[in-house]
């Protein structure tokens, strides 16, 4: 069964202090592996989609990685207005199967 | 813009009612979903429709129901069935459904029983 497992929890930080989000994965024939951002009481927006181990995208402040197991989102010197949970997903044969997120914190 | 609506934001539901949550998407995609979710839980799966006239169900589909009788349109039911309605209900789309296309939401729904 295809699982995903994010880490921290929760994660709070200084602004300006860079960081980096897990997502661990395993998956029959990987499709797919995405990154969105929610923020509270509203829908996940899209930031990533990594379709193969090495892949990087960056956007801003936010660098996402591919291994054969796991992905990070890296974020590099944080604002406040990047607090939200972020949420990984990964798509193999079957269906897209979400981690619970991990919700971060960044403090001026 | 492009994008998928939901609508109410906010709803209500008395014990014994069925009540039915609005999904359009005008962004020409083929696949739509629907997911539920709870505090500390992922998103969970509800149905998803892969075209039109067709849709299947997810892991979580008992006490709902769907159609798809429009490309653009895919409405959940929440009928009196489903014993823990109280949730965020998130509606998605993508291009196709069986490929690694990124799925994209909506805003989203708050159900509450009352």
């Known amino acids: 069964e295809d699982q995903v497992t994010q880490s921290p929890e929760a994660l709070r930080l200084q602004e300006g202090e860079s960081s980096s989000l897990n997502c661990s994965y395993t998956v029959s024939g990987l499709r797919g592996l995405f990154w969105y951002r929610q923020d509270p009481g509203k829908g996940p927006e899209f930031l990533f989609t990594l379709y193969s181990a090495g892949e990087e995208k960056e956007k801003e402040r936010l660098k996402a990685t591919l291994t054969k197991k796991e992905s990070f989102l890296h974020i590099t010197a944080p604002k406040p207005e990047d607090s939200a949970t972020y949420l990984c997903?990964?798509?193999?044969?079957?269906?897209?199967?979400f981690g619970t997120g991990t919700r971060l914190l960044v403090s001026p | 813009d492009g994008g998928i609506t939901q609508s109410p934001k906010y709803l209500f539901r008395k014990e014994g009612q069925n009540v039915t949550l609005s999904c359009e998407q005008n962004l020409n995609h083929d696949a739509m979903y629907w997911y539920r979710q709870d505090p500390g839980q992922g998103l969970r799966l509800i149905y998803y429709s892969q075209i039109v006239n067709d849709f299947q169900k997810g892991d979580i589909a008992e006490g709902y129901s769907v159609s798809r009788e429009k490309k653009e349109s895919f409405p959940l039911t929440v009928t009196s069935a489903q014993k823990n309605p109280t949730a965020f209900y998130l509606c998605?789309?993508?291009?196709?459904?069986?490929?690694?296309?990124?799925?994209?939401f909506g805003e989203g729904s708050w159900l509450t029983v009352v």
């Open positions: 997903a990964v798509k193999g044969f079957q269906k897209l199967v």
């Open positions: 998605a789309s993508s291009k196709q459904g069986n490929s690694g296309n990124t799925i994209y």
